[in-house]
Nanobody, 122 residues
Framework: QVQLVESGGGLVQAGGSLRVSCAASGRTARNYYMGWFRQAPGREREFVAG????????YYGDSVKDRFTISRDSARNTVNLRMNSLKPEDTAVYYC???????????????WGQGTQVTVSS
């Protein structure tokens, strides 16, 4: 079992920055590929970024590339997502998730956090 807890969401103006974090616990948490997804009302869950256990296999969704940065501290079992140049369309609930393989598909992730709200005002 892997438990995931997100933190750091909030309200920010367009053009601003925010960081969300995910704390993973469980005996094998560090073996999982970690991803960030987001879901806005009425929309499907969208892949944002993912990172492997050794900070390898880093991928980003097209809509956040060059604005967001994912990082992983394997010693502390945390995954951070730094979001710069935020836009109103980035408003969503952001979820941390863990998968046994490298993936952009939400269907392949076995464990999910409860989510943290990010709201970007125009």
């Amino acid at each position: 079992q892997v438990q995931l807890v997100e933190s750091g969401g909030g309200l920010v103006q367009a053009g601003g920055s925010l960081r969300v974090s995910c704390a993973a616990s469980g005996r094998t948490a560090r073996n999982y590929y970690m991803g960030w997804f987001r879901q806005a009302p009425g929309r499907e869950r969208e892949f944002v970024a993912g990172v492997g256990w050794s900070s390898s296999y880093i991928y980003y969704g097209d809509s956040v590339k060059d604005r967001f940065t994912i990082s992983r501290d394997s010693a502390r079992n945390t995954v951070n997502l730094r979001m710069n140049s935020l836009k109103p369309e980035d408003t969503a609930v952001y979820y941390c998730a863990a998968s046994t393989g490298v993936s952009r598909s939400a269907k392949t992730y076995q464990y999910w956090g409860q989510g943290t709200q990010v709201t970007v005002s125009s």
